[in-house]
């Protein structure tokens, strides 16, 4: 009963959108002002009509109806409830019904938080948000109906969820990424209207700039809480494997960073509108892109949905007609657009669209080296692996290049730089140098190997970055009579830019310790021995099994001394799921902010003596805790430069515009 009016309010959301999509459309052509408001409550009875449909898919789980196809093949009466929970969006069907429900909660909130815009607006917003709507629901519908009965295999237990998604990463990481992936379609959406309505000012980019913020805010959050995930999960002590669905999260993260840095300078100063929209347009292409990649069976990967590649073919469908589409509108309309104003050469405008071109650029170095082997092997040009290396050679040296900016535009006046400007960062600019080579060189120093001149130039170049940052904010505020009251009347936008940067250079130290200071070694132990790493005894203490809901496991217990001191214990564990027989690897880990102590246990050398030698991987990781902080810290900048007072003065004062030519007659 359950299913079927889950599968009831499915069909009903996609009905809703087709006249979401085309009534408020309708409104706008032909000035019907009802038919445009119409296109508010249509958004919102989609947001309803799926949420419903979210929510029996989940209670079909919770409820163990295996007659449902999707739940008896992911999962089982024997998993944990808030497993079940999280089951809904472990496969291919039901992740797309969380993608789509996730649009329809985007599509909900532009309706109900933009009232106070010009109507035809949003009703050209949420109009195209339905086409979109449309296009993944009609593939859910007809190709990957999570609601699909079949009574006659009925399994009595369930065939189980994959162990490797029996992780809380599960629970957190496919819902923040998908809030951040789903949530480019207003940008997108509002670049689109923008085009279809000829209005591109700098009242469009303040518009958009706020849900830019929160995506990409969302996304960031997504892709750190996956890195976290494999990191414990995998066993393998790595933070970030270049594999295709990885980057299939990272290109739109990319070209999305552009687009909120493009939008700040198209609302301040009017101006790069064109290049605007073409970023909306790539980074939410992007993200169907990574869609198709994840679904189509065209990779191998340990995070891929195995799917029939025709429903592939069905994506790849929709991402030529909406990304095709986008692009002939823009090719008729984008070269109307013009800049409000000019600048100079040596401005705040040019340093940030050379930030955009850095990033477009990685971007392509990712897509590029995504692609390359599928398209090696659909032209028989033999089959290619793309590793590593590749993205290494080119992605450290583009870093290197953005921090350089980085550290100048914040610090550069908007369209000109005057004499008097330059004058003053002429001291601030060389003792910032100079502390950042000293820096550089002392960690150049400290690190050796072939990796030590690198470590040294990256943490010089985050020196130069923070410094200026500070000296930017000393000189925002060394007029306030009161320092503090100097530092909160400063705005939440810059605020949110100085927490991002600051987050990012976080990130980017994290990455560089990390990967060059890390130690690591394959051992095999016998209870009672010891391995030494670094500073750092690991004594193999004992085993013992244990028994889980679903999976019984052997469990090792460690303890770790430094100096002898005792600074932790470890239990790794050994597990196997009893419904597929399944092994799975439990690491342990024991972190503070500036190492990682993790130790893997991997399988018996005798499997008929359990009290025999062990392999065992253990591994002392500095500063890797500091990737997911940034990360965080990142995210936080976003939501805080969302959240400035203009953006709600702006509304206010649409808001007021409209209601005073209501009242003199005249058409808002």
């Not at 209670?59 to 999280?86: C, G, K, R």
């Not at 706020?210 to 959050?221: E, I």
């Not at 477009?360 to 793309?386: C, E, K, M, N, Q």
């Not at 990012?504 to 560089?512: A, E, S």
């Amino acid at each position: 009963m359950i299913g079927e009016l889950g599968n009831f309010a499915l069909i009903t959301a996609w009905v809703v959108a087709l006249l979401q999509a085309a009534i408020p459309m309708l409104g706008v052509l032909f000035c019907k002002p009802v038919y445009q408001q119409l296109g508010l409550s249509l958004a919102g009875a989609q947001m309803v009509a799926l949420l419903t449909s979210f929510f029996c898919l989940m209670a079909s789980f919770l409820t163990n109806d295996f007659s449902l196809i999707y739940v008896a093949e992911h999962s089982n009466s024997l998993l944990p409830w808030y497993y079940q929970m999280s089951a809904v969006w472990g496969g291919h069907e039901g992740s797309l019904l969380l993608w789509v429900t996730i649009l329809a909660v985007w599509s909900g909130a532009v309706a109900l938080l933009s009232r106070a815009l010009p109507l035809d607006m949003v009703a050209r917003v949420l109009s195209i948000m339905g086409m979109v709507s449309v296009a993944m629901l009609s593939f859910i519908v007809l190709t990957s109906s999570p609601f699909t009965h079949d009574v006659s295999i009925l399994p009595v237990d369930g065939t189980d969820l994959n162990p490797l998604l029996q992780d809380v990463g599960l629970i957190v990481h496919p819902p923040m990424l998908y809030m951040g992936y789903v949530g480019l379609v207003v940008p997108f959406s509002f670049a689109i209207a923008g085009l279809w309505a000829g209005r591109m000012d700098s009242a469009w980019a303040r518009w958009s700039r706020p849900w830019a913020l929160v995506a990409w805010s969302f996304l960031t959050v997504g892709i750190a809480l996956g890195s976290w995930w494999a990191y414990y999960e995998l066993g393998w002590g790595g933070w970030w494997f270049w594999d295709p669905v990885e980057n299939a999260s990272l290109m739109p993260w990319l070209v999305a960073t552009a687009l909120i840095h493009s939008l700040a300078v198209s609302e301040k100063r009017g101006v790069f509108k064109a290049w605007t929209v073409l970023l909306a347009i790539l980074a939410f292409g992007l993200s169907l892109l990574g869609t198709f990649l994840v679904r189509s069976g065209v990779l191998t990967s340990v995070h891929a949905f195995a799917a029939d590649p025709s429903r592939g073919l069905f994506i790849l469908g929709i991402l030529v007609f909406v990304v095709g589409g986008s692009f002939l509108l823009f090719a008729f309309r984008g070269w109307k657009l013009t800049a409000e104003s000019c600048y100079e050469l040596w401005s705040r405008e040019s340093l940030l669209v050379m930030n955009n071109l850095i990033l477009v650029i990685a971007a392509s170095v990712v897509v590029l080296g995504t692609l390359y082997p599928l398209i090696a092997d659909a032209f028989s040009l033999g089959r290619v692996s793309v590793g590593a290396p590749y993205f290494n050679s080119l992605f450290v040296p583009l870093a290197w290049l953005l921090l350089v900016f980085m550290a100048i535009a914040p610090v550069t006046a908007w369209k000109r730089q005057p004499e008097r400007l330059r004058q003053q960062l002429l001291f601030p600019v060389i003792s910032v140098i100079m502390t950042a080579i000293l820096v550089g060189c002392g960690l150049w120093l400290w690190v050796t190997g072939k990796h030590a001149a690198m470590t040294g130039l990256t943490a010089g170049l985050c020196i130069w970055v923070l410094g200026l940052l500070l000296w930017d904010l000393f000189f925002k505020v060394k007029t306030a009579s009161n320092l503090f009251m100097g530092l909160i009347r400063l705005s939440r936008s810059y605020w949110g830019m100085v927490i991002a940067h600051v987050g990012l250079l976080v990130v980017i130290m994290g990455i560089t310790l990390t990967t060059h200071l890390s130690i690591e070694r394959d051992v095999a132990l016998k209870q009672g021995q010891t391995v030494s790493l670094a500073d750092y005894q690991f004594r193999f203490d004992s085993l013992q099994v244990v028994q889980g809901e679903n999976y019984d496991a052997t469990l090792a217990t460690f303890s770790v001394r430094k100096h002898g001191q005792l600074v932790g214990m470890l239990y790794p564990e050994k597990r196997i799921y009893v419904a597929q027989n399944s092994p799975m690897t439990e690491a342990a880990i024991d972190g503070n902010l500036f190492r990682d102590l993790y130790v893997a246990l991997g399988d018996p050398l005798d499997r008929h003596d359990m009290n025999g030698a062990w392999a065992v991987r253990v591994y002392c990781k500095p500063f890797v805790r500091w990737l997911w902080l940034g990360a965080l810290c990142m995210a936080l900048g976003g939501i805080l430069a969302m959240s400035d007072r203009r953006y709600r003065l702006a509304k206010r004062l649409e808001k007021r515009i409209r209601l005073d030519a209501k009242n003199m007659g005249d058409t808002p």
